[in-house]
C-alpha cells in the first residue's frame, strides 16, 4: 500500500520577510528568522502526525524546519535534492556540500548521496518547467514504492506547485495530507489531497503568529 504524505513547507526564513527580487538576491541559502524557528519549534505539539520518515530538501532552511519542528532519534531524516526549490535566485540555491556538512554535523546527516554539482541549476536541476515537472514526478514516483506508511516531505513553495495539485500556496510551516490516486503503474503517481474528516486532519493553516510570537520570548536568551 502507497504511503501517505504530508507536504510541509518551511518555516519563515530570511527572504520571507520582505518578499521581493532585493531580499531573494541578497541572502545565499538563507536560514530561519527566530519567527522561523519559533514556527518549526510549534510543530513539535501542534503536528498531529507521527511519520515513518522524514525528507527534507538539502537547503538550510528544509533541514533548519526539519530538525527544530519534527526530528528525532526514531524517524530516519534523509536529504533529497529533487526537493530543491524550483527557482535559481541566490536565495534558491543551495550551499556547497562541504559547507552544509560543517554547520549540520552534530545532527548525524548523511551528505553523501547528494552529487556536488546539486547547487548548479543545471541539468535535471534546471529551473524550467519541463525539469520541474520530471523533477516533481521522478519523486512522487519514488514516495509511491516506499514501505513507510507516513512520509513529510519538508520543501519549498515554489517546487510545491510542481509537486502537488494545489491552486492555494502553502504558507510557511503550513503542511497538508496527500494520498496516491490512480494504479500503482500510473507514470505519473499523482498525489490528492485527503478532504474527508476533521479539517485539523487534512491540512495545516500553518503555525499562529501569536503562538510563534510567544515562542520567540520563551526561546530568547
Not at 552544509?100 to 524550467?128: C, M, R
Request: charged letters at 25%; hydrophobic letters at 35%; a negative charge.
Amino acid at each position: 500500500m502507497a504511503p501517505i504524505i504530508i507536504c510541509l513547507r518551511h518555516a519563515q526564513a530570511q527572504h520571507n520577510v520582505d518578499p521581493c527580487p532585493e531580499s531573494y538576491s541578497k541572502y545565499r541559502d538563507p536560514v530561519l528568522t527566530r519567527l522561523g524557528e519559533a514556527q518549526a519549534r510549534t510543530l513539535r505539539t501542534s503536528f498531529p502526525y507521527t511519520p515513518s520518515l522524514i525528507q527534507a530538501s538539502p537547503l538550510r532552511r528544509t533541514i533548519q524546519t526539519a530538525l527544530l519542528g519534527l526530528a528525532s532519534p526514531r524517524i530516519p531524516l534523509e536529504l533529497n535534492p529533487d526537493l530543491q526549490e524550483a527557482d535559481q535566485w541566490p536565495c534558491d540555491t543551495g550551499s556547497d556540500i562541504p559547507v552544509l556538512e560543517a554547520e549540520f554535523s552534530d545532527h548525524g546527516l548523511d551528505f553523501s548521496h547528494i552529487p556536488q554539482d546539486w547547487n548548479t541549476k543545471k541539468g535535471v536541476y534546471a529551473p524550467t518547467p519541463e525539469a520541474l515537472e520530471e523533477r516533481a514526478r521522478r519523486v512522487r514516483r519514488w514516495l509511491r514504492k516506499r514501505e513507510e506508511q507516513t512520509i513529510v516531505v519538508v520543501t519549498h513553495g515554489g517546487f510545491l506547485a510542481y509537486l502537488v495539485p494545489e491552486t492555494q500556496p502553502f504558507a510557511n510551516a503550513e503542511w497538508r495530507v496527500y494520498q496516491f490516486q490512480g494504479p500503482a503503474s500510473a507514470e505519473d503517481a499523482r498525489l490528492t489531497r485527503i478532504m474527508g474528516g476533521d479539517a485539523a486532519d487534512v491540512m495545516g493553516k500553518g503555525v499562529d503568529s501569536r503562538e510563534a510570537a510567544q515562542a520567540v520570548e520563551d526561546h530568547s536568551v
